[in-house]
């Protein structure tokens, strides 16, 4: 017996999504398949409120941060089988005006770089996750990893995969997007 599943195109999960059944539903779109999300505990909330203040400072006038909020990816077909993604990133850096997405969420020449709060979901989120950003060409994708207190930055996007990985305990980091600041880790790295 083969069982097949249905894949979720972008239009069907908008029509999915304005039709009130997801409705106080903590899910995501990954690869086609509605995915449901995972409780945030005090120390993934208390980082990701504080990280977002903290970019809204350093890029004031230069991006829009987002927290929790979908962006829309490309769809894709692989098989025949159409491969369509809507994540929630915890924080998205995206382009200025911020008026443009009370009419559609980020797409992909939106975005500047992504950003996780990892705890709980670090597996997903070195997995299916940055393989779904390099995929779609995410320029720069960052994991604040709180349980080895580290931050992974994903560069390169090539052929699926990210190109450069690497990790940072201390010190700054320099986005793609805005080479000339300088993100101090102690404002990343909370615990």
Do not use: C
């Not at 995915?35 to 970019?55: I, R, W």
């Amino acid at each position: 017996m083969t069982i097949s599943l249905y894949k979720w195109t972008i239009q069907d999960w908008h029509t999915l999504v304005e039709s009130g059944v997801l409705a106080e539903k903590k899910v995501e779109l990954l690869a086609g398949d509605i995915v449901q999300m995972s409780p945030e505990g005090f120390k993934h909330s208390g980082t990701n409120s504080s990280v977002a203040d903290y970019l809204r400072e350093l890029l004031s006038g230069k991006a829009y941060i987002r927290e929790g909020h979908p962006i829309t990816l490309d769809e894709s077909r692989q098989g025949g089988i159409i491969s369509a993604s809507e994540p929630e990133p915890d924080i998205a850096i995206v382009k200025l005006p911020r008026e443009i997405y009370l009419r559609r969420h980020p797409l992909i020449d939106d975005i500047y770089w992504l950003i996780e709060v990892s705890d709980r979901t670090l597996a997903k989120d070195l997995g299916s996750k940055a393989n779904i950003y390099a995929q779609n060409g995410i320029p720069e994708y960052w994991i604040i990893d709180l349980r080895n207190n580290k931050v992974i930055v994903h560069l390169q996007p090539s052929s699926g995969k990210y190109q450069s990985i690497k990790e940072y305990r201390s010190g700054e980091v320099q986005p793609l997007a805005f080479p000339e600041l300088n993100v101090q880790l102690n404002k990343l790295l909370l615990y």
